[in-house]
């Protein structure tokens, strides 16, 4: 099996464990958020701490893809690279790019999931 076939299949079971969170995630933020008088307390706390979270997730996943990328081109400047070391490190670039939300969504997922609970 090449290396690559791993590298992609860690990367899609994090994606699937993303898209599970973010479902239970926005299923709670709703119910915080869709109240008949506007957002109450909870509500704006919950939509700040969102958007709050999204910016550092942004930001530490460019961060993370930078040091994958370059970390990728100082290989690549070595030696040769076969089309497996070329997929294997394109992944790399983007799951550790991706890694920073996943961490947050899973986080919010269970602290709203324990708090409706």
Do not use: W, Y
Not at 45 to 51: G, S, T, Y
């Amino acid at each position: 099996m090449p290396r690559f076939t791993g590298s992609a299949l860690n990367a899609a079971a994090l994606s699937a464990s993303t898209a599970v969170a973010a479902g239970i995630t926005i299923g709670h933020r709703l119910a915080l958020m869709t109240t008949p008088f506007g957002l109450d307390a909870a509500g704006q706390k919950e939509a700040v701490r969102m958007v709050a979270e999204k910016l550092g997730a942004a930001a530490e996943g460019s961060i993370a893809a930078t040091v994958e990328a370059s970390r990728f081109m100082l290989r690549s400047a070595c030696g040769p690279m076969s089309p497996d070391d070329l997929a294997e490190g394109l992944v790399a670039i983007g799951v550790a790019a991706a890694r920073p939300a996943a961490r947050r969504v899973k986080a919010n997922a269970r602290r709203l999931a324990r708090a409706a609970g």
